[in-house]
């Protein structure tokens, strides 16, 4: 089993939702504004989406060439773009999925938590 991630409830202090999916550590991480997404770049140079009201792996939607490394992930202010940046100086830019998109592939979806 890959590493995990671990969200906490920072107001109580308690241990929360745990994601699993990437098969090494992870270089960087960001919640969507509307904080229902979580995306997530590993050294499996895979950036994964997470539905986390339902705590579940949408989908993968990039695959870092060989030997880069994600540097930072950002969603724009208004949740409508991802940018994610790699240790080559590559910006990958793309619209990111409707929040409606997100919830109909989470329910669908058979990926394991």
Do not use: C
């Amino acid at each position: 089993m890959g590493p995990i991630i671990s969200l906490r409830d920072a107001a109580l202090r308690l241990p929360g939702t745990q994601l699993h999916g990437h098969q090494d550590f992870l270089f960087a991480v960001a919640y969507s504004p509307d904080g229902r997404t979580l995306a997530s770049g590993g050294r499996d140079g895979l950036l994964k989406l997470w539905h986390l009201p339902t705590e579940r792996q949408v989908g993968t939607v990039l695959t870092l060439p060989k030997d880069a490394k994600f540097a930072r992930i950002a969603f724009s202010p208004d949740g409508t773009w991802l940018g994610v940046s790699d240790n080559a100086g590559t910006l990958y830019l793309w619209q990111a999925p409707p929040l409606a998109e997100l919830d109909a592939a989470a329910d669908a979806e058979t990926v394991p938590r």
